[in-house]
T-cell receptor, first 113, second 116 residues
Framework: AQSVTQPDIHITVSEGASLELRCNYSYGATPYLFWYVQSPGQGLQLLLKYFSGDTLVQGIKGFEAEFKRSQSSFNLRKPSVHWSDAAEYFCAVRRFYGNKLVFGAGTILRVKS | GAGVSQSPRYKVTKRGQDVALRCDPISGHVSLYWYRQALGQGPEFLTYFNYEAQQDKSGLPNDRFSAERPEGSISTLTIQRTEQRDSAMYRC??????????????FGPGTRLTVL
């Protein structure tokens, strides 16, 4: 069965600092990988996705993520965090021929000024 | 265009009551999904539809939970005889089957259900 691990429940970074949120997945083949962001009162918004090809993918709001097959990881990064990035971030995986998303437990990002 | 909408946004009910949660997907999206998100957890799959056909209901926790999408558009998730453990955020998502984003699920704002 697929699973997703987000090891960090909470992360606090200073505004302007760089950010990396970790995501590890368990799946026998190359899955489809996603990062979603959830702001208070909002639905889950897709930041970026990886299906194949270039292992470094760019998303919205200046986020990027790198797929590393050898580490079964898909970490989310941003070079300079803004206060508006404070939210909860979810990594998700989907099988190639599947439909349902399997989510990690999420990482809450706090941004301090 | 309009995104996925869900109603009500908040529902408080007493244990033993039935509740119906509604999802209105993005116009033209064929696939519709329901997820449940407990506090401090990520969303967990409940069921999904293609058009009006329920393709997978493996995530429904027990027979008190049911879902329908009779005309292939709006969907209703019904929980009968609610229990306190049913308290959670219920999320709906829809997915297009044509265009450039056929592998992306678009989520609504969710319905926060509290069972007293």
């Amino acid at each position: 069965a697929q699973s997703v691990t987000q090891p960090d429940i909470h992360i606090t970074v200073s505004e302007g600092a760089s950010l990396e949120l970790r995501c590890n997945y368990s799946y026998g083949a190359t899955p489809y990988l996603f990062w979603y962001v959830q702001s208070p009162g909002q639905g889950l918004q897709l930041l970026l996705k990886y299906f194949s090809g270039d292992t470094l993918v760019q998303g919205i709001k200046g986020f990027e993520a790198e797929f590393k097959r050898s580490q079964s990881s898909f970490n989310l990064r941003k070079p300079s965090v803004h206060w508006s990035d404070a939210a909860e971030y979810f990594c998700a995986v989907r099988r190639f021929y599947g439909n349902k998303l399997v989510f990690g437990a999420g990482t809450i990002l706090r941004v301090k000024s | 265009g309009a995104g996925v909408s869900q109603s009500p946004r908040y529902k408080v009910t007493k244990r033993g009551q039935d509740v119906a949660l509604r999802c209105d997907p993005i116009s033209g999206h064929v696939s519709l999904y329901w997820y449940r998100q407990a506090l401090g957890q990520g969303p967990e799959f409940l069921t999904y539809f293609n058009y009006e056909a329920q393709q997978d209901k493996s995530g429904l926790p027990n027979d008190r939970f049911s879902a329908e999408r009779p005309e292939g558009s709006i969907s209703t998730l019904t929980i009968q005889r609610t229990e306190q453990r049913d308290s959670a955020m219920y999320r709906c998502a829809s997915r297009p089957t044509s265009g450039g984003s056929t592998d992306t699920q678009y989520f609504g704002p969710g319905t926060r259900l509290t069972v007293l």
